[in-house]
């Protein structure tokens, strides 16, 4: 059984930052695609980040190119997500996922996604 556990969520001023940790177990970790997608209040879940299963390609919302990077650790099964540059507006619950594709195309897609984790939640202040 696939288990995607988040953590380092929190209260943050703008401007700071914050790393995210997603802990997956249950699975052939270096198999998967892992995403990380955010969902505010009232909003859809959207596409953040998500990082290739060998490390080497990476993939980015527009919204948070420049800000957020995703990286991940196969020896510890783990996918982390650095936000920097932080914004009133990126506050939401994210979200990590687990796919077993690895296509640009579908990258973005929730559908594409296995399993999901129960979110952590992030709140920035102004």
């Known amino acids: 059984q696939v288990q995607l556990v988040e953590s380092g969520g929190g209260l943050v001023q703008a401007g700071g930052s914050l790393r995210l940790s997603c802990a997956a177990s249950?699975?052939?970790?270096?198999?998967?695609?892992m995403g990380w997608f955010r969902q505010a209040p009232g909003k859809v879940r959207e596409f953040v980040v998500a990082?290739?299963?060998?490390?080497?390609?990476?993939y980015h919302a527009d919204s948070v190119k420049g800000r957020f990077n995703i990286s991940r650790d196969n020896a510890k099964n783990t996918v982390y997500l650095q936000m920097t540059s932080l914004k009133p507006a990126d506050t939401a619950v994210y979200y990590c996922?687990?796919?077993?594709?690895?296509?640009?195309?579908?990258?973005?897609?929730?559908?594409?996604?296995?399993?999901w984790g129960q979110g952590t939640h992030v709140t920035v202040s102004s």
């Open positions: 990082i290739s299963g060998s490390g080497g390609t990476t």
């Open positions: 249950g699975l052939t970790f270096s198999y998967y695609t």
């Open positions: 996922a687990a796919s077993q594709v690895d296509s640009a195309r579908y990258v973005a897609d929730l559908t594409q996604y296995d399993s």
